[in-house]
Nanobody, 127 residues
Framework: QLQASGGGLVLAGGSLRLSCAASGRTRSMYGMAWFRQAPGKEREFVSAIIWSGGKQSYTDSVKGRFTISRDIAKNTLYLQMNGLRPEDTALYYC??????????????????????WGQGTLVTVSS
């Protein structure tokens, strides 16, 4: 089970930190990620991290503004979001990939690669 939190309403240029706590069989995962879904749009990749090695990946629109991290001892994933823009407004989901082998070099961008999903936390950025 994944439990996401930390969303809210913020002015453009502001910051938020999202958290995603993993419990149960989700504790041992190959990687975790954040996706987001704006109204009327498909769910899109934001950022991912390999759980053991810590390698990070970001979509271009958030590079330099968002930072993904994890606390292995707490089994918790984070997304620090700075310089927020109105176009960042969306429901943010955390996702976890279990022990199955990834498919392709850009597997982490694919919704289909993830086995576990949190319930989503809403981020609203006003201009």
């Amino acid at each position: 089970q994944l439990q996401a939190s930390g969303g809210g309403l913020v002015l453009a240029g502001g910051s938020l930190r999202l958290s995603c706590a993993a419990s149960g069989r989700t504790r041992s995962m190959y990687g975790m990620a954040w996706f987001r879904q704006a109204p009327g749009k498909e769910r899109e990749f934001v950022s991912a991290i390999i759980w053991s090695g810590g390698k990070q990946s970001y979509t271009d629109s958030v590079k330099g503004r968002f930072t993904i991290s994890r606390d292995i001892a707490k089994n918790t994933l984070y997304l620090q979001m700075n310089g927020l823009r109105p176009e960042d407004t969306a429901l943010y989901y955390c996702a976890g990939k279990g022990a199955s082998l990834p498919h392709g070099s850009n597997w982490y961008r694919s919704v289909a690669e993830y086995d576990y999903w949190g319930q989503g936390t809403l981020v609203t950025v006003s201009s």
